[in-house]
């Protein structure tokens, strides 16, 4: 009897918590069902009340869209609202495609210009060119647009035919042309070729639309001419779609490995992506090109290449996205774009670099510092961490000092204006890979730079300016002024000395600007790999067998003795 009694209280202690349990999470559920029904009566209430006693009208459209954007503003900067007229940037976003005519624009004194029009796409069709000065759109002067406004009088629906007003340097009388606006596809492989007698490289802009047959494609036309290894260019490609991730990884990886997975709250957003097809090449050498703007889908190619030892991760640390978004749609064409999950790499580790969820005093988001990261390990046993982006196999020291003049050369359009006027004095060019102005080439640029009376910060000046400042609070302004006399006068603004200073950066990008008049975006990559650094030490490896191979190993017990003897 006592044993009846003791299973039946066990029983009854078990049902008894079973209940207590179900009517808390009952009430919890309740608890936030009641919290957001209040609240979504207050903001409706407040919003009555505006609209019937504010001294000014209010517009409803602006004033939801504010609040919805603060609400969203609590989250992380990925999910985001967008009304029915916000819809075209979403469409570029996720498809790579817009209604336009597929061209890059600038603005030009007073007014836009054509930058670059894609190959194939309705202004080079039409014969726009670079340097063409948009006067008019549809007889609306373009005279003191902005680039932006400028840009959505371009755009449209695809099908829709405008006329266009240009004046063309070297023609006297303006030219007008008129253009239908397509379904614009945005470059996402803008080149590939054979960068030495036996790599082959890829470059990769972004994973929106759909850049997987083009980069199969684009392999096995290398493989057809010889390349016996590989470079994947992901530098600046700030992500897209997932699954063009996945299947461009499948290229490479053998079927049924787990390229990437998710976790999110509902089961819909807790999944597993594999690679299903065989793969092309398993074998070939690869080498994988990332910078601080590879981001989300580029971070789950380079981390499931690094992951699998697939190939070698070269450059500088990526972004570190590590979240998941899908499109929902809302009432009257509106959508939503909302994080569902993070994901997580095959050695299972998440790159996501800032936590959203734990703010600063002051709103801001801090990066995850090294040593709270965790170790996770490659399919060879190599270490890599989460929390940070893709780390590299090879890291790159960044240059210390970029080129400001550079920077006002390019912004001033002195290069843009120069390459037009080359392009009329000069009817072809030698191919991209043998291209470049000549010193007399460069003194004539020179000289236009100087008498055009160009200004531009230089950097010297504003560090000593916060210098002075600095002795000035400190009391050394005076007992020091003849040295900072001394030193200024040394600092002395010499454009002719500046421009030969920075002589070989200004004469690459002279060289880019130009070959892509002549070649269009396919020759300015050519010309821009000619001093690519970061290439060179791709290809320096992919010509190492044995460091490359070494790269790919986990550490010996000797390396791993030496680790700790040099810690």
């Given at each position: ?147 932006a406004y400028v840009s959505n009088k371009l755009r449209g629906e695809a099908g829709s035919t405008f006329k266009i007003k240009v004046q063309r340097p070297g023609t006297k009388s303006p030219l007008t042309f008129d253009i239908t606006r397509r379904e614009v596809q ?382």
């Amino acid at each position: 009897m006592d044993n009846k009694r003791k299973i039946k209280r066990i029983i009854l202690t078990a049902v008894a918590g079973c209940l207590m349990a179900t009517a808390f999470i009952s009430f919890q559920k309740n608890d936030i069902n009641f919290l957001k029904s209040k609240n979504m009566e207050i903001f409706q209430s407040v919003y009555n009340e505006l609209d019937q006693l504010y001294v000014d009208t209010i517009d409803p459209d602006k004033s939801v869209t504010n609040a919805i954007d603060g609400m969203l503003a609590q989250l992380d900067p990925y999910t985001v609202y967008y009304s029915e007229e916000d819809n075209e940037e979403l469409e570029l976003m996720t498809k790579g495609t817009y209604g336009g005519i597929g061209s890059l624009i600038v603005k030009h004194k007073d007014y836009v210009a054509i930058a670059e029009p894609y190959v194939g796409q309705p202004a080079y069709e039409a014969g726009l060119k670079a340097g063409d000065l948009i006067l008019e759109i549809d007889g609306e002067d373009m005279k003191d647009k902005t680039n932006a406004y400028v840009s959505n009088k371009l755009r449209g629906e695809a099908g829709s035919t405008f006329k266009i007003k240009v004046q063309r340097p070297g023609t006297k009388s303006p030219l007008t042309f008129d253009i239908t606006r397509r379904e614009v596809q945005l470059p996402i492989v803008p080149y590939y070729g054979m960068v030495r007698d036996s790599i082959g490289y890829i470059q990769i802009s972004s994973f929106s639309g759909a850049p997987y047959p083009i980069v199969r494609d684009a392999f096995v036309k290398l493989k057809e001419q010889g390349a016996k290894s590989l470079i994947i260019d992901l530098r600046n490609n700030g992500g897209g779609l997932l699954d063009q991730a996945v299947k461009i990884a499948n290229l490479f990886i053998p079927e049924g490995k787990e390229i990437v997975s998710m976790r999110g709250k509902t089961k819909y957003s807790i999944q597993s992506y594999k690679t299903t097809d065989e793969p092309l090449d398993t074998i070939i050498p690869i080498a994988i090109m990332v910078n601080s703007q590879s981001a989300s889908a580029s971070e789950i190619l380079a981390g499931a290449m690094q992951d699998l030892d697939r190939g070698v991760i070269i450059g500088y640390r990526t972004f570190g996205k590590g979240l998941v978004q899908n499109i929902r749609p809302l009432p009257y064409n509106s959508s939503l774009k909302l994080t569902v999950a993070k994901y997580y790499t095959p050695s299972g580790r998440c790159i996501q670099a800032l936590d959203y969820s734990h703010r600063n005093d002051d709103g801001s988001v801090s990066r995850v510092p090294d040593s709270l990261t965790n170790v996770f390990h490659t399919a060879a046993g190599r270490i890599v961490r989460d929390g940070g982006g893709i780390k590299p196999d090879v890291e790159l020291t960044p240059e210390k000092f970029s080129n400001n003049m550079l920077f006002y050369l390019v912004a001033e359009n002195q290069i843009f204006d120069y390459a037009t006027d080359y392009c009329l004095k000069h009817k072809t060019i030698a191919q991209p890979e043998d291209f470049s102005i000549t010193d007399a080439d460069y003194e004539e640029f020179k000289e236009r730079v100087i008498n055009s009376d160009f200004k531009y910060d230089r950097q010297s000046n504003k560090a000593l300016d916060a210098l002075k400042e600095i002795a000035e609070f400190e009391g050394y302004s005076e007992s020091a002024k003849a040295e900072f006399e001394a030193l200024e006068k040394k600092l002395s603004h010499d454009l002719n000395h500046d421009l030969e200073y920075f002589k070989k950066d200004v004469v690459n990008y002279i060289n880019i600007e130009i070959s892509k008049r002549y070649y269009n975006q396919v020759g300015g990559e050519i010309q821009q790999l000619k001093n690519d650094k970061e290439l060179d030490k791709a290809i320096e490896i992919l010509n190492s067998p044995g460091e490359y191979k070494q790269l790919l190993s986990a550490p010996t017990k000797q390396d791993k003795r030496k680790d700790k003897t040099e810690a």
